[in-house]
């Protein structure tokens, strides 16, 4: 429903966990060269799996063609909000 949205999941289920849940905005996206990090950076990453869905997210919002795999990984995270 939101397609320029994508949720990130909190970093752990501990009570004092690192980082909490967000939301990025992909209509806001900016690049960056890589050394720019260099200076300051922090010591976080996503996981490779939220990875793996962020770049076909990306993709789909992009081009506006949705992979076969986040499709119906969709349609299953869907069925299981509203069941």
Known sequence: MYNQFFYFPPSSTEENRTVYEGIGRLDRIQAFHRDALQQGAVRFRVNDDCLLILREWVRAYITGE??????????????????
């Open 66 to 83: 949705i992979s076969a795999y986040v499709a119906e990984l969709r349609q299953e995270l869907i069925k299981e909000l509203y069941t």
